[in-house]
């Protein structure tokens, strides 16, 4: 697994013990924040290995408390505070199949096309398949940008 990861989990965790007063079930953890963000459970006794490691986190039976100092509670919550929020999505343009007439949501409008139109992911799959993949983003943009939105 990549460093990137760990730190990622890791920081989740932190940001989760140094809130919790009385600390959270180790398992709690592994249901609530590494399943769902696709860690598996390697990955989960990692991050708590290293932070048990770093003196900031101790565990109790199951229970992971913060056993960092007051300083670095206080600076712990002062980081993530100054963090930059992630910006809110935007939603998604509603644009029309310019083929099948189909709802076509992308996230940026493709200049080969009219105002409020684009392609639906079956139409352009269809044209990709007719034109080839240059001519295809030529006539209808990226996928996933201009089209065939997978998030
Ligand atoms: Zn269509």
Not at 47 to 56: C, D, E, N, P
Request: overall charge negative; charged content about 20%; glycine content about 8%.
């Amino acid at each position: 697994m990549s460093v990137y990861k760990l730190k990622d989990l890791m920081a989740a965790y932190i940001e989760i013990l140094v809130n919790s007063e009385y600390g959270m079930p180790n398992g709690h953890l592994y249901a609530l924040i590494a399943i769902r963000t696709g860690f598996s459970l390697e990955e989960h006794m990692d991050a708590v290995r290293a932070l048990k490691q770093s003196g900031m986190v101790a565990e109790h039976g199951q229970l992971l408390t913060w056993a960092g100092t007051k300083e670095q509670r206080a600076q712990v919550l002062a980081a993530f505070a100054e963090a930059p929020k992630a910006p809110a999505k935007e939603p998604p343009l509603r644009l029309i199949c310019c083929v099948c007439g189909d709802a076509a949501p992308a996230h940026k409008q493709w200049w080969n096309h009219d105002t409020g139109f684009g392609i639906c992911p079956t139409c352009y799959a269809r044209q990709l398949a007719k034109e080839g993949q240059e001519a295809a983003e030529h006539c209808y943009g990226l996928p996933n940008v201009h089209h065939s939105l997978v998030d």
